[in-house]
């Protein structure tokens, strides 16, 4: 006897989604679903729109063709920016640079939108904003400045400032890529504690392990199209296709080495058997 229990609809839906840059196709024909409570990956080879699909859904990019859903909000269709400043309420933003205000101390950068996009107190706004630089393992910097910390201390405390706009789902854009290695496992753990509490979060990440741990699902990317997509289980373990296969071998530290010749002239160890000159 077939089910009657309604499946809920996802809180971001994209269709047939495609972007040019003049003459460049970047997207051409993104489907892609986000469930409230959901940890999505995009994965991908650099250039493959991957952060083209996130600028869309928070309507810093406008598709030529397409639809864009978030909520009950048709994105695709806000002419305004006044519209859009009301979908950003809802959707926070982490970028790749952390987008600090230099100027501001690290507490203030938490406070200003709230005060001054959602209309909050003072008191109200900078209590949230200790518990979010708490949560984020960062109330000890709350009256130093950005350019007082390090890489991973400010994209903490960007993290924490998307949060202080209470968003129902945030975004973020490869918020590790300008990282020292040292600083990412701090951001990481930040963006776990996230996932696990229920934050709809999507991600775009070359972090590959880290996107099998957390993400719900996983969409490959290449070229502008989803190759596949499906559980993290099913896209790291069992991939269909021959180009994730490729992806992920290469993306996973297994690139795939030249076979070893004997007394291959190549080899370091064999290199003292030469003069060099420079």
Do not use: W
């Not at 083209?52 to 063709?65: E, K, N």
Request: proline letters at 5%.
């Amino acid at each position: 006897m077939p089910s009657t229990e309604t499946v809920a609809e996802p809180l971001v839906s994209l269709r047939d989604l495609h972007l040019s840059f003049g003459s460049n196709p970047v997207l051409k024909g993104i489907d892609l679903d986000v469930h409230r409570g959901q940890a999505v990956s995009i994965i991908g080879p650099s250039g493959s729109g991957k952060s083209t699909i996130l600028r869309c859904i928070t309507g810093l990019l406008q598709p030529q063709r397409g639809s864009i859903r978030v909520g009950t909000t048709e994105v695709h269709t806000l002419a305004q920016e006044s519209q859009r400043i009301e979908l950003r309420k809802r959707v926070g933003f982490v970028f790749q640079q952390y987008n600090l205000f230099p100027h501001l101390s690290v507490l203030e950068n938490l406070v200003i939108a709230p005060r001054k996009v959602l209309g909050r107190n003072r008191a109200e706004a900078e209590k949230d904003a200790r518990a979010l630089l708490a949560k984020v393992r960062m109330e000890h910097k709350a009256d130093a400045y950005p350019g007082q910390l390090s890489g991973g201390q400010q994209q903490r405390v960007a993290i924490a400032r998307a949060l202080a706009m209470r968003p129902e789902l945030i975004l973020f854009d490869e918020v590790t890529s300008a990282l020292d290695p040292e600083t990412v496992g701090e951001v990481l753990t930040v963006i776990r504690e996230l996932t696990e509490e229920g934050m709809t979060c999507v991600l775009v990440t070359h972090e590959m392990r880290f996107a099998e741990e957390i993400s719900d699902i996983v969409y490959f990317t290449e070229n502008g199209v989803i190759v596949e997509h499906g559980s993290a289980a099913q896209i790291f373990q069992h991939p269909t296709s021959e180009r994730t296969q490729e992806f992920l071998r290469h993306a996973l530290g297994d690139p795939g080495r030249r076979p070893r010749v004997a007394n291959d002239p190549y080899l370091l160890t064999n290199l003292s058997r030469y003069s060099l000159s420079v």
